[in-house]
């Protein structure tokens, strides 16, 4: 049966290869990527993306799921909603896959027991003549529920799962990720200047009511004494040095410049790829080029992205308190922004020719499929393209043109990260054969799709959301 599902997919994957020809610069005069000329790699599809907050993070994700889809790959995805145990550290008993294999074991224990009332039922067959017949009925059940558990056993894959991406929220935990994912897989992860993310944090996760702050300019009130609004309410994950919170360190553990250089050091070492969303075409062309991807592989629409009227104005002293807060984010973002430009000037190919190739290719792509990129969710009819809001905060979606509302690379392009991963789930359930969700699965599904309904009719509702 998986044989049979790999094939459709297959088939379904070249269509969609030849129905967007036109859309992915087959037929433009810039196909060619610069570094095609100096490069005989092979593409890599093993990646951990550590998805960090208020990164530009969905907008790779998005450039990964739909790589991972076109490709027929296999995703380590969240059990429910979109995040692999964060703010936890990551677990493997968070991913959807394992939780299904975890089921698959409990039907294990079922036939042990039924194997266990069937050497019963044949004493009782040598004690009681009388009741042969009775016994023999049973015994052919319990046979037909033996084969039962027999087809639901085959139509799995044995009781391990080969992942090729993870690029859902997590917290970094490097031990319990190499436990799942292969050997070889190429570690990614994407940092932003500290003022703008902290800015977006704050606005995002609603701080300021975590921290009782009711005046207008709430950010400001709490970079004059944050320390006094964390002693007070407590630390929240996001309250100082986000970045590194999500990549596994507490701010208590980054008590020194050296204690922070450590870290860094540390992550360097783990991460091939450490993108700068300040960057982020520049970036995406050191990714495609440590992938060996094509130029359209690392395309993109800015999803998940603030309307202006949701930003707030950051004065010189707000973020110089801002940095001074978040002394450890500021460090990594100071390396890895100078290890990024190190990087790209190494590059065998001219590197700046292919990000204007890039910027031209996302132009081309967005006139092609995009009717607006600044759509509210009033505006948007389909739920697929429903973009997640925190209270208060207005994000943009879009609308496609009618032309690409069937053009899959317009349509996969265009979805928001937590409809994106539900039809990912509900893909791989089908691959393994499980069909229905579990109760608790289905109730999270529910929940957010009756918040996405009353909130479409009235304010969003607080949770966790996109980053």
């Known amino acids: 049966m998986a044989n049979v599902f790999k094939v459709s997919e297959e088939d379904g994957r070249n269509a969609d290869l030849r129905e967007n020809e036109e859309l992915r610069g087959e037929k433009y005069g810039i196909n060619k990527d610069v570094s095609r000329f100096h490069s005989t790699c092979r593409p890599k599809s093993n990646i951990v993306f550590l998805k960090s907050h208020k990164t530009a993070s969905s907008t790779v994700q998005n450039i990964l799921m739909r790589y991972g889809l076109a490709n027929n790959l296999t995703f380590a995805l969240p059990k429910r909603e979109n995040f692999l145990n964060w703010p936890k550290f990551f677990h493997k008993s968070s991913v959807l896959q394992e939780h299904l294999h975890g089921n698959q074991e409990h039907l294990h224990g079922n036939q042990e027991r039924l194997l266990g009332n069937r050497e019963h039922l044949h004493g009782n067959q040598e004690r009681l003549h009388g009741n042969k017949e009775h016994l023999h009925g049973n015994q052919e059940r319990l046979h037909g529920n033996q084969e039962h558990l027999h087809g639901n056993q085959d139509r799995r894959h044995g009781n391990h799962t080969a992942y090729n991406i993870l690029c859902h929220h997590t917290r970094f935990h490097y031990d319990n990720i190499r436990d799942l994912m292969p050997d070889d897989s190429v570690y990614v992860t994407i940092v932003r200047n500290p003022v703008d993310m902290f800015e977006s944090i704050f606005t995002y996760r609603r701080l300021d009511k975590k921290y009782h702050i009711s005046q207008p300019n709430s950010l400001k009130v709490f970079l004059d004494s944050p320390s006094d609004f964390v002693k007070k309410y407590g630390r929240t994950e996001h309250s100082q040095n986000p970045l590194l919170y999500d990549l596994g360190y507490d701010s208590d553990q980054l008590t020194s410049s050296q204690t922070i250089q450590s870290a860094i050091d540390r992550i360097g070492q783990i991460f091939s790829v450490v993108m700068v969303a300040d960057y982020f075409e520049e970036s995406l062309i050191l990714l495609k080029h440590v992938l060996c991807w094509s130029l359209d592989d690392v395309t993109f629409f800015k999803v998940n992205v603030r309307s202006d009227k949701s930003v707030r104005h950051v004065t010189a002293d707000m973020a110089g308190k801002i940095r001074q807060w978040n002394k450890a984010d500021a460090m990594l973002f100071e390396h890895f922004n100078r290890t990024l430009w190190a990087k790209l000037s190494k590059l065998p ?3 700046r020719q292919e990000v204007q190739l890039l910027k031209e290719r996302n132009q081309r792509l967005k006139d092609a499929c995009l009717k607006s990129d600044d759509a509210s969710n009033t505006e948007i009819r389909e739920q697929k393209f429903r973009v997640w809001e925190p209270e208060g905060v207005s994000v943009r979606g879009f609308l496609l043109r ?7 690379t317009c349509v996969n392009m265009a979805k928001p990260p937590k409809p994106f991963t ?46």
């Open 422 to 467: 539900y039809e990912l789930q509900d893909r791989e359930r089908l691959r393994l054969g499980t069909g229905q969700l579990h109760d608790r699965e289905r109730a999270g599904q529910l929940q957010y799709r009756e918040r996405e309904r009353l909130r479409l009719g009235t304010a969003a509702g607080q949770g966790k959301g996109g980053t």
């Open 402 to 408: 009618d032309s690409a509302r069937e053009n899959r």
């Open 349 to 351: 190919f001219n590197w």
